[in-house]
T-cell receptor, first 113, second 114 residues
Framework: GEDVEQSLFLSVREGDSSVINCTYT??????LYWYKQEPGAGLQLLTY?????DMKQDQRLTVLLNKKDKHLSLRIADTQTGDSAIYFC?????????????FGAGTRLFVKA | AAGVIQSPRHLIKEKRETATLKCYPI?????VYWYQQGPGQDPQFLIS???????DKGSIPDRFSAQQFSDYHSELNMSSLELGDSALYFC?????????????FGEGSRLTVL
């Protein structure tokens, strides 16, 4: 079945770049997302990329998609302590009920001052 | 900008009780999704509605039911609550079953079953 995998932890120093990686299995995925979740809070949509794109940049965030390898990454430039959170990769694919979105287990990003 | 509104934000119930969670989607969004996130887990899809009809079903227990009303808000009804139902329940909304790619989540309703 469909699956999204991410590494569970990442630790970086403030000011460095963070790269969070994700692999997915469904080749028919249409949209791939990155969500941020702070402790006790909801899921904040950071960015998403359509499957026919290779890259999307939005301020400090850069999303790279390698469709051949089914690999998605999120790069956060100049990482700040406020970026500490769990980052969920998600894929969305079309099925009979519309678009279904499934999530990876989340990568917990620790930013050291 | 208006976001997805969920209520209540926190709910404490005892085993075997019932609970109802409400979700108000972003204006003009016609699709609502419910997800359950257990402690330390990723969100698991429960059920979705498009134009007031159930459009997809995930891992929703038979003890749970949901519906979408004429104003597009949705309610998740949970009966015979079990300790394992303690989780953060997210509602998300989109336009036209997510075809635009934008899926927005509410802040979640935290259910604690004692």
């Amino acid at each position: 079945g469909e699956d999204v995998e991410q590494s569970l932890f990442l630790s970086v120093r403030e000011g460095d770049s963070s790269v969070i990686n994700c692999t997915y299995t469904d080749s028919s995925s249409t949209y791939l997302y990155w969500y941020k979740q702070e402790p006790g809070a909801g899921l904040q949509l950071l960015t998403y990329i359509f499957s026919n794109m290779d890259m999307k940049q939005d301020q400090r965030l850069t999303v790279l998609l390698n469709k051949k390898d089914k690999h998605l990454s999120l790069r956060i430039a100049d990482t700040q302590t406020g970026d500490s959170a769990i980052y969920f990769c998600a894929e969305s694919y079309s099925n009979t009920g519309g678009f279904k979105t499934i999530f990876g287990a989340g990568t917990r990003l620790f930013v050291k001052a | 900008a208006a976001g997805v509104i969920q209520s209540p934000r926190h709910l404490i119930k005892e085993k075997r009780e019932t609970a109802t969670l409400k979700c108000y989607p972003i204006p003009r969004h016609d699709t609502v999704y419910w997800y359950q996130q257990g402690p330390g887990q990723d969100p698991q899809f429960l059920i979705s509605f498009y134009e007031k009809m159930q459009s997809d079903k995930g891992s929703i227990p038979d003890r749970f039911s949901a519906q979408q009303f004429s104003d597009y808000h949705s309610e998740l009804n949970m009966s015979s609550l079990e300790l394992g139902d303690s989780a953060l329940y997210f509602c998300a909304s989109s336009w036209d079953r997510g075809k635009t790619g934008e899926l927005f989540f509410g802040e979640g309703s935290r259910l604690t079953v004692l």
